[in-house]
């Protein structure tokens, strides 16, 4: 099972170049942020494979609306000329980033059919890694929405383009992945609590 646990090579590879693809593109915005989840997690996958997968499964949720709504304002609604740094950067993110999800998913696949062959195991403790992921990533949702909202309102007293609709649709899209992470933790975190209480 430990096998399983370690993503192979090629998709931490994967991951490393989604990150720096994306910082690329979404350089100066959110670049330190969620490729950078993809990027470490990439990285310390094989040391630590629950903590990593968490992250990378987080930089890849949390990267994709960004990415998806500045290819729509670039390409589906432009308004101007794009730069021409913006025009090579973002496909090529946006299509390692599509990529980095078929593996994923494809790989979870793998998993929770080996994990059916097997018999039940115990709910196994969360570390400290994921833990750290949701508290970060919680906080800085909750930071943002509060500038979004006041950005939000004051846009609505002039006029509210489609641009600006789109922007706060993709934050709630955002703040909704980070709530789905803090209730799967909490859930597993019950589960081993409980787990626990039986045996004693």
């Not at 950078?36 to 903590?51: D, M, N, Y």
């Not at 021409?84 to 993110?93: E, I, K, R, S």
């Not at 909750?142 to 002039?158: I, K, M, P, Q, V």
């Amino acid at each position: 099972m430990e096998e399983l646990n370690i993503l192979p090579k090629r998709v931490r590879r994967l991951a490393i170049a989604t990150g720096i693809a994306s910082a690329l593109a979404l350089f100066p915005i959110l670049f330190l942020l969620y490729p950078a989840l993809l990027i470490v997690g990439g990285i310390i996958q094989p040391r630590f494979p629950s903590t990593g997968r968490w992250i990378l499964w987080a930089g890849a949720a949390m990267l994709a609306p960004p990415l998806i709504m500045y290819d729509i304002m670039l390409f589906v609604h432009p308004e101007g000329r794009a730069p021409l740094n913006t025009t090579l950067t973002f496909p090529p993110a946006t299509i390692l980033l599509v990529w980095c999800y078929a593996e994923l998913v494809a790989n979870g696949v793998r998993r929770l059919r080996a994990r059916r062959s097997r018999a039940p195991a115990e709910p196994r403790p969360i570390g400290w890694g994921p833990w750290a992921v949701a508290a970060l990533l919680t906080s800085y949702m909750a930071w943002d929405f509060g500038g979004l909202l006041g950005w939000y309102r004051g846009l609505n007293l002039y006029h509210l383009d489609a641009g600006a609709r789109l922007a706060v649709s993709i934050h709630l899209v955002m703040l909704l992945i980070v709530v789905a992470l803090d209730i799967s933790l909490v859930s597993r975190e019950v589960k081993v609590r409980k787990s626990r209480m039986v045996q004693f």
